[in-house]
């Protein structure tokens, strides 16, 4: 399994509109994704500080998703933010939720 934390900052004045947008046009589109999982977001209202975690079944998965529909994700919301997004990929290492045991997910 594979995680893509993605980590910005949305504009004060832009908060609402980026999370209405965000979970009204796009989290759908993103869960039917092939070998999407999981999908965690964090955001701070009076920072706009906002943390993603999409889980996904490999890593071609997420390649796939991040040559396609991310581009369109990151265009479209990309002038609601402070600067770019910051996105890592990395192997899980554990998840209780989904019975990982750390050294076991990238086996």
């Known amino acids: 399994m594979i995680s893509r934390l993605i980590t910005c900052t949305i504009k004060p004045d ?3 509109e980026f ?12 869960q039917k ?15 706009g500080q ?24 990151a265009s479209n919301l990309g002038p609601l933010m402070e600067g770019p997004p910051q996105v890592n990929t990395l192997p899980v290492e554990n998840s209780s939720s989904h019975n990982i045991l750390a050294g076991k997910a990238a086996a």
């Open 50 to 73: 906002f943390s993603c975690m999409t889980l996904w079944e490999d890593r071609d998965s997420v390649e796939r998703y991040d040559n396609t529909l991310f581009q369109e994700v």
């Open 14 to 16: 832009k908060v609402d």
């Open 33 to 47: 994704q092939a070998g999407f999982i999981d999908n965690v977001e964090s955001l701070d209202h009076s920072t």
């Open 19 to 30: 999370r209405q947008r965000l979970n009204t046009e796009f989290v759908p589109r993103i």
